[in-house]
């Protein structure tokens, strides 16, 4: 599914209508994983104004989750890289910000399988970049409450609250996007990039998107949790 820059779609904590059988509430508080395969729209990005930086899926406020940002070196060159990023608080309660970056400019057409992946118990964060890279990094506290945060596919924070260049657009294509309640083992990342359909309940599905089934207004959630991810648009939005 193209996104230009302009389209975002997110999922409340909680369905109004309690539809969803597995809200994405809480889930931050425990082992989980987000996974999605992204194709990066490189020349749409500046490294130079708002457009640097393209949230792929992310709890807002205190950002959590998978981007992709454009930053020029010093020697001039363009570079893209990915990252995967939450905040936690520390033994004083201070928050602090943890991430973990790759460089993918040399990755053919800048299209990659990227998997962020939480163990609450062992406090890690680890980042997946297709099949082949594997970084860790552990932290000490606890992550931050996500529970009233807004989960977003193709942009950081769409709301009109939030300042434009925080807003953070995707330019590319999304083709496959999940969240598992789980800390997926790299063996099950591995599965899980060579059959998208290849996910079980023991991977505990919160939410799965294939993007073959959606709608002007929706992208069907086939996890079949009902966690369907709805356009962001100012004319009908009641914020």
């Known amino acids: 599914m193209i996104f230009d820059g302009q389209r975002g779609y997110f999922v409340t904590p909680i369905n109004r209508y309690n539809l969803s059988l597995y809200p994405p509430l809480d889930f ?18 500046n490294p ?27 020697d001039g060159v363009k570079r893209l890289y990915v990252k995967g990023q939450a905040w936690y608080l520390d033994e004083d309660k201070n928050p602090q910000f943890i991430d973990i970056v790759h460089d993918i400019t040399t990755v053919q057409d800048y299209t990659v399988y990227l998997t962020f992946v939480h163990d609450a118990k062992m406090k890690t964060i680890q980042l997946y970049v297709n099949d082949d890279i594997s970084l860790r990094k552990r932290y000490e506290g606890t992550l931050v409450d996500y529970k009233n945060s807004w989960l977003w596919i193709g942009c950081s924070n769409a ?13 590319g294509d999304i083709d496959f996007t999940a969240i598992f309640g789980k800390s997926l083992s790299k063996k ?4 899980l990039y060579e059959n998208k359909k290849n996910f079980t309940d023991e991977f505990k599905p919160i ?9 002007e207004y929706n992208i069907e959630d086939v996890s079949g949790n009902g966690n369907h991810p709805i356009i962001h648009n100012n004319l009908w939005m009641d914020e």
């Open 28 to 45: 931050t508080d425990y082992d989980f994983t987000m996974s999605s395969r992204v194709k990066v729209d490189y020349e749409s990005m």
């Open 159 to 171: 709301l009109s609250s939030c300042a434009e260049e925080h807003k953070q657009y995707f330019y």
């Open 207 to 215: 939410l799965v998107c294939n993007y073959k089934n959606k709608t």
């Open 188 to 191: 099950e990342v591995q599965a």
């Open 48 to 74: 130079n104004d708002h457009t640097r930086e393209s949230g792929i899926i992310i709890k807002n406020g205190q950002h959590l989750g998978l981007s992709v940002f454009r930053m020029q070196g010093e």
